[in-house]
């Protein structure tokens, strides 16, 4: 009866997502943003829904800290692993430049590294350095968050100016939020907190059931479940050619979700949510790290080079070293 629940809530997770990231584009036709700004922080927080109400539900209602830790750590990796495994499966049409991120996904991708080193840094302190119970690390990680996206707004207005310059009407900024699309926004934004709420449950009961662990389930199961949004926007920006869309909805939920950690950590009032950490967190921790610098380097200095003349051989890294994470994960639980 587990498995239904958790398997409903799942599909329930997907189909919303699949709706809030339609209603999410024509929020950005609507609006005139642009599509790399879209991707980075419209995409990142909404497909970044169910990573935050499970980790808060984990966190606050299930209390198990290593459930809300894996499920953020995992679906980091997670997220890295559908977009490299999207371009093998995909990507075979727009090969020039399907590795090259924009300005915007390069400085996304930056503060993903920093942040998540930050979070790094946190388990290797075990809650040492803290303020009453919230961990030192975790006021880090919130103010590294709140500069990046300051950076990201900075950023915003030079491509909104070229995209005036290239004709763009100027009026579409001004265009009202259609009642319609707010209520889509709305219902399908509740489906996703309510199903994700079932899935920490549910995710917890087969950690139980099956004695494979709440880190594992965390970093595997609840991880792979709630990255179920992240499918859908990565899938459609990747079909229609948009590689750095892809990749900024990816870095601009990998961001988001560390972010959260330092929320949990605030609701979590036994001790510090890192003092609490298994020691494979940081195993996938740094696993998350290593993927996010291989995609920047790919995005950047990247070659073209294919095994058997048809798979990128960067992609193919990023979902062994996944794929590793996930054997190691589970010989560890």
């Given at each position: 009866m587990i498995w239904i629940i958790f398997l409903l809530a799942a599909l329930a997770v997907l189909i919303s997502g699949q709706k809030l990231t339609k209603a999410g584009d024509e929020l950005a036709e609507v609006t005139g943003m642009s599509r790399g700004f879209i991707g980075v922080i419209l995409l990142g927080f909404v497909t970044s829904l169910p990573e935050l109400v499970s980790t808060l539900s984990a966190t606050v209602f299930v209390n198990a800290p290593n459930l809300a830790l894996g499920n953020i750590f995992g679906s980091n990796a997670a997220n890295l692993a559908i977009l490299a495994l999207l371009d093998l499966i995909l990507v075979q049409k727009v090969q020039e430049k399907r590795h090259r991120l924009d300005p915007e996904n390069q400085l996304t991708a930056y503060l993903s590294l920093i942040i998540i080193s930050l979070a790094l840094m946190g388990l290797a302190g075990r809650g040492f350095w803290h303020i009453f119970h919230i961990d030192l690390f975790s006021v880090f990680i919130a103010a590294a968050y709140i500069i990046g996206l300051q950076k990201l707004h900075k950023?915003?207005?030079?491509?909104?100016?070229?995209?005036?310059?290239?004709?763009?009407?100027?009026?579409?900024?001004?265009?009202?939020?259609?009642?319609?699309?707010?209520?889509?926004?709305?219902?399908?934004?509740?489906?996703?907190?309510?199903?994700?709420?079932?899935?920490?449950?549910?995710?917890?009961?087969?950690?139980?059931?099956?004695?494979?662990?709440?880190?594992?389930?965390?970093?595997?199961l609840l991880a792979i479940a709630t990255s179920l949004p992240e499918?859908?926007?990565?899938?459609?920006?990747?079909?229609?050619?948009?590689?750095?869309?892809?990749?900024?909805?990816?870095?601009?939920?990998?961001?988001?979700?560390?972010?959260?950690?330092?929320?949990?950590?605030?609701?979590?009032?036994?001790?510090?949510?890192?003092?609490?950490?298994?020691?494979?967190?940081?195993?996938?921790?740094?696993?998350?790290?290593?993927?996010?610098?291989?995609?920047?380097?790919?995005?950047?200095?990247?070659?073209?080079?294919?095994?058997?003349?048809?798979?990128?051989?960067?992609?193919?890294?990023?979902?062994?070293?996944?794929?590793?994470?996930?054997?190691?994960?589970?010989?560890?639980?």
């Open positions: 950023f915003q207005p030079v491509i909104t100016t070229d995209c005036i310059d290239n004709n763009e009407n100027p009026e579409t900024k001004q265009k009202i939020i259609p009642p319609e699309l707010k209520r889509s926004l709305l219902i399908n934004a509740g489906v996703i907190v309510a199903a994700s709420m079932a899935l920490a449950s549910s995710a917890e009961h087969i950690a139980e059931i099956t004695g494979w662990g709440s880190t594992f389930v965390g970093n595997s499918i859908v926007v990565t899938f459609s920006a990747v079909k229609i050619g948009s590689f750095a869309m892809a990749a900024g909805n990816i870095f601009g939920s990998n961001i988001f979700n560390i972010a959260i950690l330092a929320l949990a950590d605030l609701c979590f009032f036994r001790s510090s949510i890192f003092a609490a950490a298994s020691q494979s967190q940081s195993l996938i921790a740094a696993i998350g790290l290593l993927m996010s610098g291989l995609y920047l380097f790919s995005g950047i200095y990247g070659s073209q080079r294919k095994l058997a003349g048809r798979w990128p051989v960067d992609s193919l890294l990023v979902v062994g070293v996944y794929l590793f994470s996930l054997y190691a994960l589970f010989a560890m639980r």
